[in-house]
T-cell receptor
Framework: DTGVSQDPRHKITKRGQNVTFRCDPI?????LYWYRQTLGQGPEFLTY????????KSRLLSDRFSAERPKGSFSTLEIQRTEQGDSAMYLC??????????FGPGTRLLVL | GNSVTQMEGPVTLSEEAFLTINCTYT??????LFWYVQYPGEGLQLLLK?????DKGSNKGFEATYRKETTSFHLEKGSVQVSDSAVYFC?????????????FGTGTQLKVEL
């Protein structure tokens, strides 16, 4: 069990650029979640996959955000035309059948 | 609505002091409840959980009891250490569409001093 990994750990970009983050869940977990955490706040749910199917999306996930999990293993989260308000920590979690979500270290995004 | 409320920080304690971090929740049904801890520069780590009323979760000397009558899940530790300094998040799981997305409180920063 190597845990949930995320790449990159840090990303600095200019406003208007596109960014893509990757999450590799724990191998036997079929459920994968994305959350966003801003400074001083708790994580907020963005979206959820069961295998390759995206089953739920938060209203926080604007049209500029898209997430995929093409083979039911790793997932990507893309933000198009980034805005300064997108600056946050993006967290990925995967879940086992006992309902516990295990989190990765996060990708910290800074939009200049 | 469905939410989680936890006491604001920072909480500053001396080593070996008793810790309580209050957490209350609102939800329909019977959610699972969790405490996660975030050490500086790291991701969230599960500290403990409880899945039904009167369950007590415990780990590393921390405890929390699922109280349905008061809709609370307060975190306690009898004797804190400097290494416990971190941000603690209370969370509830809500089954929607087959998922179990978590709703978090805003976090409580704990500082333990010698």
């Amino acid at each position: 069990d190597t845990g949930v990994s995320q790449d990159p750990r840090h990303k600095i970009t200019k406003r208007g650029q596109n960014v893509t983050f990757r999450c590799d869940p724990i191998s036997e977990h079929n459920r994968l979640y994305w959350y966003r955490q801003t400074l001083g706040q708790g994580p907020e749910f963005l979206t959820y996959f069961q295998n390759e199917a995206q089953l739920e999306k938060s209203r926080l996930l604007s049209d500029r955000f898209s997430a995929e999990r093409p083979k039911g293993s790793f997932s990507t989260l893309e933000i198009q035309r980034t805005e300064q308000g997108d600056s946050a920590m993006y967290l990925c979690a995967s879940r086992n059948i006992q309902e516990t979500q295990y989190f990765g270290p996060g990708t910290r995004l800074l939009v200049l | 609505g469905n939410s989680v409320t936890q006491m604001e920080g920072p909480v500053t304690l001396s080593e070996e002091a008793f810790l309580t971090i209050n957490c209350t929740y609102t939800a329909t049904g019977y959610p699972s409840l969790f405490w996660y801890v975030q050490y500086p520069g790291e991701g969230l780590q599960l500290l403990l959980k409880a899945t039904k009323a009167d369950d007590k979760g415990s780990n590393k000397g921390f405890e929390a009891t699922y109280r349905k009558e008061t809709t609370s899940f307060h975190l306690e530790k009898g004797s804190v250490q400097v290494s416990d300094s971190a941000v603690y998040f209370c969370a509830r799981g809500l089954l929607t569409g087959g998922g179990n997305k978590l709703t978090f409180g805003t976090g409580t920063q704990l500082k333990v001093e010698l």
